[in-house]
């Protein structure tokens, strides 16, 4: 079955301990990317990869990492998460970044950082 | 200013009824692309329906119709005969040619199904 799959689906950890969410896509699409959710504020782009070892900065990349080693991997790193970082994060890819290129999402990570 | 305005925070709407929810959109770019997605209250998002610019006839998907008027920039998604299972946050979207790099997202509009 063609999918994104991100994980955990839920994480709480304590401000400071970094952690990782993976992100895997198995349709082979080039281009992945990660946002979040938030009430009020809606969907925002946190990073973006247009194809491996080529990622970009979105809208919010404040206190983020990413990297895009293989096509089909693009992992989302908190190396020290803070208490504003609590959020649904959503990992997404599409085929390319055309404009006729929905992006399929992942079930969401929902954090808690305390 | 926002690319991409929905009007309706909530919407009521009795079973088997058809609904229409509102998008308009904001873009100097001809050429973009227009999604609407389903998020039910479990998180996940879910692509429901796209729309060029460029495409002459509106989208249709099975019960999805998207009411596409370009000239007043609107994209609006109309569910036929709603189900139970429809009530969900909905998300009108748009991806830009220039800034194709991003999926520009709506507020999203809350649509219960009443029985």
């Known amino acids: 079955e063609a999918q994104v799959t991100q994980n955990p689906r839920y994480l709480i950890t304590v401000t400071g301990k970094k952690l990782t969410v993976t992100c895997s896509q198995n349709?082979?699409?080039?281009?992945m990317s990660w946002y979040r959710q938030d009430p009020g504020l809606g969907l925002r782009q946190i990073y973006y990869?247009?194809?491996?070892?080529?990622?970009d900065k979105g809208d919010v990349p404040e206190g983020y990492k990413v990297s895009r080693k293989e096509k089909r991997n693009f992992p989302l790193i908190l190396e020290s998460p803070s208490p504003n970082q609590t959020s649904l994060y959503f990992c997404?890819?599409?085929?390319?970044?055309?404009?006729?290129?929905?992006?399929?999402f992942g079930n969401g990570t929902r954090l808690t950082v305390t | 200013a926002q690319k991409i305005t929905q009007t309706q925070p909530g919407m009521f709407v009795q079973e088997k009824e058809a609904v229409t929810l509102d998008c308009t959109y904001d873009?100097?770019?001809?050429?973009?692309?227009l999604f609407w997605y389903k998020q039910p209250s479990s998180g996940e998002m879910i692509f429901l329906i796209y729309?060029?610019?460029?495409?002459?006839q509106n989208a249709t998907e099975g019960r999805y119709s998207l009411n596409f008027q370009k000239a007043r920039k609107s994209a609006n998604l109309v569910i036929s005969a709603s189900q139970l299972g429809d009530s969900a946050m909905y998300f009108c979207?748009?991806?830009?040619?220039?800034?194709?790099?991003?999926?520009?997202f709506g507020q999203g509009t809350r649509l219960t199904i009443n029985p």
């Open positions: 979207a748009m991806r830009e040619g220039q800034g194709a790099q991003k999926l520009v």
């Open positions: 990869s247009m194809n491996v070892e080529v990622t």
């Open positions: 349709m082979n699409h080039e281009y």
């Open positions: 729309q060029g610019s460029y495409d002459q």
């Open positions: 873009t100097s770019d001809p050429s973009y692309g």
């Open positions: 997404a890819s599409s085929v390319d970044r055309g404009i006729n290129s929905p992006l399929h």
